[in-house]
Nanobody, 113 residues
Framework: QVQLVESGGGLVQAGGSLTLSCAASVNILSVNFMGWYRQAPGKQRELVARIIPLTNYADSVKDRFTVSRECGKNTVLLRMNSLKPEDTGVYYC?????????WGQGTQVTVSS
């Protein structure tokens, strides 16, 4: 069973930065999809960035967030710069492996104005 462990969330002022980490218990080169979602209070979960199979970003985070793989590890990072209050939410790492959707436990990001 694939497991994902997220870390790096916290409270930051608007304009600040945070880096989230997602460590997978599987070789991420074997997965079909890997990305980061977020869920703001009262809203649906949305995809903000993916790295497998391709790297791309939601329009709302483009040019501010960067998703990358940590060299030599099954870990994906989400570097978030110029954070805004509307970036507040629970951030989830997601992997699709052999047709199974796997979620991390989520990490809270709060951006104060």
């Amino acid at each position: 069973q694939v497991q994902l462990v997220e870390s790096g969330g916290g409270l930051v002022q608007a304009g600040g930065s945070l880096t989230l980490s997602c460590a997978a218990s599987v070789n991420i080169l074997s997965v079909n999809f890997m990305g980061w979602y977020r869920q703001a209070p009262g809203k649906q979960r949305e995809l903000v960035a993916r790295i497998i199979p391709l790297t791309n970003y939601a329009d709302s985070v483009k040019d501010r967030f960067t998703v990358s793989r940590e060299c030599g590890k099954n870990t994906v990072l989400l570097r978030m710069n110029s954070l805004k209050p509307e970036d507040t939410g629970v951030y989830y790492c997601n992997v699709v492996h052999n047709g199974v959707y796997i979620w991390g436990q989520g990490t809270q990001v709060t951006v104060s104005s």
